[in-house]
């Protein structure tokens, strides 16, 4: 199954795409990770990319394409995947159906995540994770146990991304609604988007999304 995970910036894309991973092994597809993952490995296309997301633009569709078709080829995504903040503009999605068609494969399904912008603010502005093992959380609403110790490894480290900051989060949320959202009607007239509450908790929305997908793979 291919199922692309559509929503603003703090909406809960990839704490989702995570618990999809395990509950349904699928893999985690995301274009923003990777970027950052290039970035931390200091590769000309990580060093150009740090540039536009630290403002809260939207990386080139070919860079993207490329990053995604080089994923793509590797064996591990054969039971599907989730993608996760891609595809991001109209010719990505478009790429994606083609990458997909050459396989024999499709967008099966296509989940918008909704949350009211001022909520994915306080949300964003807050969020920081272990620099060890990756758990998420947040200043006000997912603080851990014992101040300043990861729950889950009990690390001591902790980043932020650079990018996660009122300004650049109002940008990113601009760049959204004019250049992502066009996606809805892409998908809408396609017939495969269903949209979930965002604003629920966790395990509401993950219950919804699940739900879904149990009607599609029917
Ligand atoms: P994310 O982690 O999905 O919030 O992405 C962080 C940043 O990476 C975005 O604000 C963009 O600058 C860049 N980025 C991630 N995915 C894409 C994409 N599919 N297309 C263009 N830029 C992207």
């Known amino acids: 199954m291919n199922l692309i995970l559509l929503g603003p910036?703090?909406?809960?894309?990839?704490?989702?795409?995570?618990v999809l991973q395990e509950s349904r092994g699928?893999?985690?597809?995301?274009?923003?990770?990777?970027?950052?993952?290039?970035?931390a490995a200091g590769s000309e296309i990580g060093l150009k990319a740090k540039?536009?997301?630290?403002?809260?633009?939207?990386v080139s569709d070919e860079?993207?394409?490329?990053?995604?078709?080089e994923r793509m080829g590797k064996p591990d995504i054969k039971a599907g995947v989730v993608f996760d903040g891609f595809p991001r503009t109209p010719a990505q999605a478009q790429a994606l159906?083609?990458?997909l068609a050459a396989r024999g494969q499709k967008?099966?399904?296509?989940?918008?995540?909704?949350?009211?912008?001022?909520?994915?603010?306080s949300r964003i502005s807050g969020r920081y994770t272990c620099a060890k093992c990756g758990?998420?959380?947040?200043?006000?609403?997912?603080k851990p146990a014992r101040p300043g110790i990861c729950d889950a490894c009990g690390s001591t480290e902790f980043t932020r991304r650079a990018d996660d900051n009122e300004k650049t989060v109002r940008d990113r949320l601009n760049v959204y609604n004019k250049q992502t959202a066009p996606l809805v009607s892409y998908y809408t007239s396609r017939g495969n988007l269903r949209s979930v509450d965002g604003m629920a908790d966790i395990n509401h929305v993950t219950d919804a999304?699940?739900?879904?997908l149990d009607g599609v793979q029917r």
């Open 209 to 212: 999304i699940g739900h879904i």
């Open 135 to 142: 758990k998420g959380y947040h200043d006000s609403f997912a």
């Open 26 to 39: 699928l893999k985690q597809l995301s274009t923003g990770d990777m970027l950052r993952t290039a970035i």
């Open 97 to 99: 159906d083609k990458m």
């Open 107 to 121: 967008v099966d399904a296509v989940i918008e995540m909704k949350v009211e912008d001022e909520v994915l603010i």
């Open 9 to 18: 910036p703090g909406a809960g894309k990839g704490t989702q795409a995570k």
């Open 51 to 58: 540039v536009i997301m630290d403002r809260g633009d939207l």
């Open 63 to 69: 860079v993207i394409l490329d990053v995604v078709a």
